[in-house]
């Protein structure tokens, strides 16, 4: 496994939250949009925070936005993150993990080069699976 972090998730104020966090904590700022995606984007989400990251040294406090009309609940908008070593190793934690769960989003091939899956552990903790896929 490559690391563990915490994903934060916002109800459209990720880039403010994120930018707050980084100047209290020093770290740098990376955001992009869901206006940067490829495929378009719902009426609405244009101006959210797909993905925003802080980072220090080899820590990282990652974040987005939730679509507009999601639910979100302030207090439980966070994940669990795992970057695990190898395709292997995220199916088989993804199986562990929502063993009595639920998949939120089953395991697959995603534009940014990673294989990806979130699901809800049976105690309600959320995680997220995130292997980088080999860049050919």
Same mark, same amino acid.
């Given at each position: ?35 940067? *995606? ?7 989400? !244009? @101006?959210?925070?797909?993905? #925003?990251?802080?980072?220090? &040294?080899?820590? $990282? ?18 994940? *669990? ?7 292997? !190793? @995220?199916?088989?934690?993804? #199986?562990?993990?929502?063993? &009595?769960?639920? $998949? ?27 292997? !980088?896929?080999?860049?050919?």
């Amino acid at each position: 496994m490559k690391a563990i972090n915490v994903y934060l998730t916002f109800d459209g104020n990720c880039l403010e939250a994120m930018t707050f966090y980084a100047q209290c904590l020093g770290g740098k700022l990376e955001s992009h949009s869901f206006a940067e *995606i490829p495929g378009g984007v719902p009426p609405g989400a !244009e @101006t959210r925070t797909m993905h #925003a990251s802080v980072t220090k &040294g080899p820590l $990282a406090i990652m974040a987005s936005d939730t679509m507009p009309g999601m639910p979100f609940t302030p207090g439980n908008n966070f994940s *669990i993150s795992i970057a695990p070593d190898s395709k292997e !190793e @995220t199916d088989q934690l993804f #199986a562990a993990l929502s063993e &009595g769960g639920q $998949a939120v989003m089953p395991l697959g091939d995603q534009f940014w080069g990673a294989y990806f899956g979130m699901l809800k552990d049976r105690f309600g903790v959320q995680w997220m699976l995130n292997y !980088e896929l080999p860049r050919s």
